[in-house]
């Protein structure tokens, strides 16, 4: 009895000091909370976008005066249903018995050309009913965003007419915006690769122009150029003039047909096809059908190139450009970080000097990310970049078009590879402190000179450690978006950083990046409600991308460590 | 066996990183081992003369005078602290790791300074082998391990390398056990096979000498056993230095005996004269396990 006692205080007391389980528990617990509520807000927004949601057509109330666009009707996606602010409520609203009266709803009712604003918002108590009629369309369009409308009729080139309610409708209008976006491919294909080309090889041609035209007097070699580059030049504009004109053939066949609409206020529109994107009746479709389209809208985001000041189509160049920043970022700073690392913690006498190194660079990681920027535009840009220029592109200095005295890729990569050098420093050098003495000396003792041991058993087993550093510097630097701004960032690039036009690396280029994106469509734009959805999309994509980069970073590091397992022995 | 013929192969695998006066020595001394001249043996091969050492500005060691017979096992023996294994690491100069080291008086092996100017340390290390307290594999097969000396130093021939795993492993007791699995990782072996792959590692570029320090303070009885059968075949072909705390081990493994007492050299001496007839208390103390 004694002894059960006994037990039972002892199985009390310790609990005791078990007290900070709860506090170091509660520690993470905040820091997860927080991570994923951002994370679902970012997602919640980010995924609608995608969603083919119904259309509801909105009939208000006669006896109030409420009205859309000057009549009783509405249409459009119905986005979220809220108290309205208490302190916009009239006297009326505030005393009514019914709820619904001081509840507003906000809804995207499209067509932004013609009733001036993409988003409307009504109060619930002044509508009559909400109906979906499968008749309704959507139409993603190349300008102005998205319309809803009852569709009319078909003009076709030959002037035959097709009504909306002719049962082949839908399957007509369906193949020709199939034709117009095939058309639209081939159009894409000619101006973004022949004639972008053919741009690029004029561009450098009418730069030497200049710049031997600007000459005083000209040897006899320059003479000879001076003749072939004109007659070169020539040969260009004859080659642009065809795809020039076939671009415009095609354009103008995709302007044959028109269609006629219908909107929910009563005006007719019309709009001819080479306007149309894609359309779908969203009243009118089937769970498997929304998903298919819901996973279309995805690709076409996350492999389409920007529309309309980026607030429409997809976003692969920013996708594209920082996923090559990330990756030159990565190439540029873990060599330099790791020899430093090496040389801080092998070679150098551990001693008052190196702490204060040490010290140094610990507070690098924590100056202002726009100061690299600054540092990057004056040091990359203005001091490396000219004298590049300078150097090997004589004739771009002549002509004041700098080729890399300008922001571009490389320089972005360098100034973040800058900044985030401390992480990777500092990683390594415990990656390198936690390799056990045992081994250093066991290689020594077997003959080794100090380089044969850090290369044969100290690297390999500080590369995970190593690549722990790159993973947080990838996270830091592909996130950054201030530095960039100075340095070569631009909110929407004519070329990809890498291409098929020799030498295929452009790294002097100018790129997109999804953060200066997210930047631009949020804080720039000239319609951000419309860019909001955009905006959360974007992040998403930003989010994923860094996922992405990590993982594979993890992977290799796991794989890393199964091979020297037990390295810390 | 012609002498001529096996000094080439046996010089072969070290041609790379041998100068030509070490391989002369090596030569007489193999033409020695194949003779089986067991008796003319160097008795001064390493001297240790009036020699200080200093941790910055503590003194371990004080004035030691002692000299190694080649091809015998000494032993140091002492209590902790006492500056033996700080002695045992100044042999292969591993102690020029620390910072703020000094030292007086001078080591020479067969007649050389270790500490002379011209002598490129490595160099000084590919004569000196040592086993470490702890085994120390590296985080590599067992094959890559056992010639790692061999590739620092250039080796890359794959019919020599092999023919050094197979000599090493043998020599090391551990060929039996391991063959059939050398490219596994060194980690998938047991402590006793551990600390022997170590002692292969030493032994693969033929040093002179092996330096063991503690080598079976972290095994068991048997893998213990084990090293001290090895310690006793190896000393046929190399000269042994041992540092060690397990007084029977000393009798049992060692030629020679000295005892250290807080950094000076107390006794020196044949095995049989030291536990059995020591000439100072302390040694007699230390060893009847009256103090230490």
Redesign the interface.
């Known amino acids: 009895m004694k002894d059960k006692t006994e037990t039972e205080q002892t199985a009390k007391a310790t609990p005791k000091g078990e007290v900070f389980v709860w506090i170091t528990g509660m520690g993470l617990a905040i820091g997860l909370l927080m991570i994923f509520a951002l994370l679902w807000v970012v997602l919640k927004n980010g995924i609608v976008v995608f969603w083919p949601s119904s259309v509801a057509q909105i009939e208000l109330r006669e006896d109030r005066d409420s009205t859309f666009r000057g009549g009783t009707t509405a249409a459009g996606v119905i986005l979220e249903e809220y108290d309205r602010d208490v302190r916009d409520l009239t006297e009326e609203q505030l005393e009514s018995p019914d709820q619904r009266d001081r509840r507003q709803i906000r809804f995207f009712s499209g067509n932004r050309d013609a009733y001036g604003q993409a988003f409307a918002y009504l109060m619930l108590g002044d509508i009559a009913e909400k109906t979906y009629p499968p008749e309704i369309v959507r139409a993603e369009r190349m300008e102005w965003g998205d319309a809803i409308f009852f569709p009319l009729r078909l003009e076709l080139a030959d002037g035959t007419q097709i009504d909306a309610e002719d049962p082949d409708f839908r399957k007509r209008l369906r193949e020709l915006v199939d034709e117009v976006r095939d058309r639209r491919q081939v159009i894409n294909r000619i101006e973004r690769r022949e004639i972008g080309r053919i741009n690029l090889e004029m561009r450098s041609i009418e730069q030497d122009l200049r710049y031997l035209g600007g000459m005083e007097e000209r040897t006899e070699a320059q003479e000879r150029e001076w003749e072939r580059l004109t007659h070169r030049l020539e040969e260009l504009r004859g080659d642009f003039a065809p795809l020039e004109a076939r671009a415009q053939e095609l354009r103008a066949t995709n302007r044959e047909n028109r269609l006629h609409f219908r909107l929910v206020t009563g005006e007719e529109r019309s709009h001819h096809l080479g306007e149309i994107v894609n359309f779908y009746y969203p009243n009118d479709m089937s769970l498997v059908a929304k998903v298919g389209l819901f996973f279309f809208h995805i690709w076409e985001f996350l492999s389409g190139y920007p529309r309309e000041a980026n607030t429409e189509g997809g976003i692969f160049p920013a996708i594209f450009g920082t996923f090559v920043m990330t990756l030159l970022m990565s190439v540029a700073v873990t060599p330099f970080g790791v020899l430093a690392a090496i040389y801080l913690r092998e070679y150098a006498?551990?001693g008052p000097m190196v702490r204060a190194v040490r010290i140094a660079i610990n507070n690098l990681a924590g100056v202002p990310s726009i100061v690299f920027g600054v540092f990057g535009l004056g040091f990359f840009i203005l001091f490396v970049g000219n004298w590049v220029d300078v150097l090997f592109y004589p004739r771009s200095v002549e002509t004041n078009t700098p080729m890399f005295g300008t922001g571009g890729i490389l320089w972005a990569s360098l100034t973040l590879a800058l900044m985030t050098v401390p992480v990777v420093i500092v990683a390594t050098e415990e990656a390198l402190a936690a390799v056990?003495r045992?081994?250093?000396?066991?290689?020594?003792?077997?003959?080794?000179?100090k380089w044969?041991t850090i290369q044969?058993?100290v690297l390999?087993?500080s590369l995970p450690g190593i690549l722990t550093g790159l993973i947080l510097a990838m996270a830091r630097g592909a996130g950054e978006v201030a530095p960039l701004m100075l340095v070569g960032v631009v909110a929407l690039a004519p070329n990809l950083p890498l291409d098929t036009v020799f030498p295929f690396f452009h790294l002097e280029r100018k790129f997109m990046h999804l953060g200066f994106h997210i930047y631009d469509l949020g804080f720039q734009s000239p319609d951000s409600e419309a860019a909001q959805p955009m905006v959360f999309a974007t992040t998403l994509v930003l989010i994923l991308l860094v996922i992405l980069l990590n993982l594979g970073a993890i992977l290799i590091r796991n794989h890393i460590r199964k091979k020297?397992?037990?390295?810390a022995? | 066996m012609n002498p001529e013929q096996n000094h080439s192969t046996n010089t072969g695998n070290r041609q790379a990183?041998t100068s030509r006066q070490e391989v002369s020595q090596q030569q007489i001394q193999v033409e020695a081992k194949d003779l089986g001249e067991r008796a003319s043996y160097d008795p001064h091969y390493i001297r240790i003369r009036n020699y200080d050492f200093f941790y910055g500005a503590t003194q371990v060691l004080f004035d030691i005078n002692m000299d190694l017979p080649e091809r015998q096992v000494t032993a140091l023996i002492g209590p902790s602290g006492c500056g033996k294994s700080t002695l045992l690491r100044n042999l292969?100069r591993?102690n020029d790791?620390i910072?703020g080291i000094r030292h007086n008086g001078d080591v020479l092996i067969d007649g050389e300074s270790i500490y002379h100017p011209q002598l490129e340390v490595?160099?000084l290390?590919?004569r000196v082998?040592?086993v470490?307290q702890?085994s120390?594999?590296?985080?590599k097969s067992i094959y890559e391990n056992v010639i790692?000396?061999l590739?620092?130093?250039g080796g890359r021939r794959k019919s020599q390398l092999d023919e050094a795993v197979e000599r090493s492993l043998k020599r090391a007791a551990l060929w039996d056990e391991v063959k059939d699995r050398l490219h596994e990782?060194a980690?998938s072996l047991s402590g006793g096979q551990m600390q022997r792959l170590?002692i292969a590692?030493?032994i693969a570029?033929d040093p002179e000498i092996i330096l063991m320090d503690e080598p079976c303070s972290a095994l068991d009885p048997i893998a213990t056993g084990k090293i001290e059968d090895l310690i006793h075949e190896l000393k046929e072909n190399y000269t042994i230095v041992i540092v060690t705390h397990n007084m029977q081990q000393a009798a049992r493994v060692s030629d020679r005996t000295a005892f250290f007492y807080l950094g000076k050299l107390i006794e020196y001496g044949e095995t049989q004269q030291i536990f059995m007839n020591p000439k100072n208390n302390q040694t007699e103390a230390y060893v009847s396990g009256r103090f230490g």
């Open positions: 006498r551990q056990s045992g081994v250093r000396e066991g290689s020594l003792a077997c003959g080794a000179s044969q044969n058993l390999p087993a020297y397992a037990a390295s022995f | 990183a292969n591993m790791l910072d490595i160099s290390r590919k082998g040592m470490f702890k120390n594999p590296f985080p790692y000396s590739r620092v130093a990782s980690f170590c590692r030493a570029n």
